[in-house]
């Protein structure tokens, strides 16, 4: 099996999650995304030699260094740090999401004209059925094996870790990233309205980013994709 989608397994039995839920949350997107006028395919996902990937972690406040590089490159947003973006000017190619970020923000990125991936997991559902068919141009994720071809399955977990896999997928060579912590640390651009600025993770926060950060390994090792964090360039 493709390590980087066989490792939900060992996610699920390490935050105990059912497969039978992500299933059931994969059909009704499927539903969703049935009825919905503007429903992409991976094709259709804009990629360059390099991508951009922003993460909602602590190092997000390094963005303002890289405004230039943001206007001229593609980049995709991790959910939240699409706020982050927009609140500099900069509308994302993609938002990579489970819809569990700031609403309005996810709207008006849409409204923008990003493209908008939405991730179906086991206890998300209420979120699709609310944002799904107010969303613009759309395409679907799962992480089991896709019941429709209206879904895909890239791989990965976190929204940060999934939107490398994709772009690494899709034929970057090298993703930068920004914003992909994988401390103790989180922001409110990754948890809206449980803090402000930086604070420290809860526990499966605390677990989640450490998968996130064994799938970025694995994506290096398995697709032979370059990715470098933006920290470290410096």
């Not at 839920?21 to 059909?27: G, I, R, T, V, Y």
């Given at each position: 099996?493709?390590?980087l989608k066989g490792i939900i397994e060992e996610i699920r039995a390490d935050l105990g999650y059912k497969e039978s839920?992500?299933?059931?949350?994969?059909?009704f997107?499927?539903?969703?995304?049935?009825?919905?006028?503007?429903?992409?395919?991976?094709?259709?996902?804009?990629?360059?030699?390099?991508?951009?990937?922003?993460g909602a972690g602590p190092s997000i406040v390094e963005l303002p260094e890289i405004v230039?590089?943001?206007?001229?490159?593609?980049?995709?947003?991790?959910?939240g740090a699409c706020k982050a973006l927009l609140e500099l000017g900069i509308v994302p190619d993609v938002v990579v999401t489970d819809l569990d970020g700031p609403k309005e923000y996810l709207l008006m990125s849409?409204?923008?004209?990003?493209?908008?991936?939405?991730?179906?997991?086991?206890?998300?559902?209420?979120?699709?059925?609310?944002?799904?068919?107010t969303l613009g141009r759309i395409l679907g994720t799962c992480q089991v094996?896709?019941?429709?071809?209206?879904?895909?399955?890239?791989?990965?977990?976190?929204?940060?870790?999934?939107?490398v896999v994709m772009a690494a997928r899709l034929g970057a060579e090298r993703v930068l990233t920004v914003g992909m912590d994988f401390g103790d640390l989180t922001t409110e651009y990754s948890r809206p309205g449980e803090g402000e600025g930086v604070f420290r993770a809860d526990?499966?926060?605390?677990?989640?980013?450490?998968?996130?950060?064994?799938?970025?390994k694995l994506v290096a090792r398995e697709l032979g994709v370059e990715v470098e964090s933006h920290t470290a360039r410096r």
């Open positions: 099996m493709d390590p839920e992500d299933l059931l949350a994969a059909s997107l499927c539903e969703l995304l049935h009825d919905h006028p503007h429903v992409l395919r991976p094709e259709d996902l804009p990629v360059e030699e390099e991508v951009i990937v922003v230039e590089e943001l206007e001229d490159s593609v980049v995709y947003a991790a959910d849409s409204e923008c004209g990003s493209i908008t991936v939405v991730h179906a997991h086991g206890d998300n559902m209420t979120q699709m059925a609310e944002l799904v068919p094996e896709p019941p429709c071809d209206l879904l895909h399955n890239f791989g990965g977990f976190t929204d940060g870790d999934r939107a526990p499966v926060k605390r677990k989640k980013l450490a998968w996130g950060e064994r799938v970025l």
